[in-house]
């Protein structure tokens, strides 16, 4: 390793591999980036592997085998700073669906011969299995997010990542409310900005690819859903897209899905 060179690492787990492909677009500022740093470790972009331990550790994609468990704990042991990106990663993905289902009879519908298929019950974030210095939320993450957190980290001081709504970026770019203009369901209020509210400036309500906002009213805005047609199963899926394990988002389906238990079983 050259003298004062920082070590950067790129691991992926469960995952579509997009956050590292955002992080292979940024061309220029990587190869700027390539410079400065020794990258030891980046499947994607490089043959070269090296051990730890490595400075600043980035983490695409969820845990969803026993062999993964174990082996973030070893990226976790090697890292000064290890920080996750987008969904998978934060909050188990869209394969995180898994986690309301039975695994076994997925495997044994989907392959020809299950037995060979080891895997757990649930899909789960870094989070859950080792500490991690900082999140970077979307599926994918946004390029100018991931620029801010690595330069940060290597440059040795905190990210500036502005925790806030998606309705905040549709009011920074003057487009309309397609809630009330159109009567659109959308999850803005609730999501983490980040993406550049991509979805209402086409006119389409948000997804809420990036994750909930740091203490999410999602009781007002199950209500607000609610007043535009959803029923309770679809606004439950809604919370269970991208970023299906989250916290506030899980536990918003869930009191959607214990209402229509309640409601089935009055009715019975």
């Known amino acids: ?13 469960a995952s579509c591999d997009g956050c590292q492909l955002t992080l292979l677009d940024c061309e220029d500022e990587l190869l700027a980036l390539a410079g400065t740093v020794e990258i030891a470790h980046f499947t994607e972009a490089t043959r070269t592997s090296l051990p730890g331990p490595y400075d600043l550790a980035l983490v695409e994609g969820s845990i969803t085998t026993a062999e993964d468990a174990e082996r973030i704990r070893r990226v976790r042991a090697d890292s000064r700073f290890l920080v996750v990106l987008g969904a998978c990663a934060t909050a188990g993905g869209i394969q995180a669906l898994r986690d309301f289902g039975d695994v076994r009879e997925f495997t ?6 299950p037995e060979y298929i080891s895997t757990l019950e649930r899909s789960t974030p870094i989070a859950d299995h080792v500490p991690v210095d900082f999140e970077l939320r979307g599926c994918p993450i946004d390029r100018g997010q991931l620029l801010e957190v690595v330069t940060a980290y290597l440059a040795g001081r905190k990210p500036r990542i502005p925790d806030r709504s998606v309705c905040f970026e549709c009011k920074a770019r003057g487009t309309v409310c397609v809630t009330v203009a159109d009567g659109t369901p959308c999850l803005g209020p609730v999501t983490h900005a980040g993406c550049g509210a991509i979805c209402p400036a086409f006119r389409r309500g948000c997804y809420g690819c990036f994750g909930p906002v740091r203490d999410p009213n999602t ?28 916290p506030a988002f899980r536990a918003a389906a869930r009191s959607l ?12």
């Open 108 to 113: 044994e519908a989907v392959y020809a011969r």
């Open 1 to 13: 390793m050259a003298s004062g060179r920082k070590r950067l690492a790129v691991f992926k787990f």
């Open 219 to 246: 009781a007002a805005q199950i209500r607000l859903l609610r007043t535009q047609g959803e029923s309770p199963e679809q606004i439950a899926r809604v919370f269970r897209t991208f970023n299906a394990a989250s």
């Open 257 to 268: 899905e214990e209402e229509e238990e309640g409601g089935h079983d009055a009715s019975s």
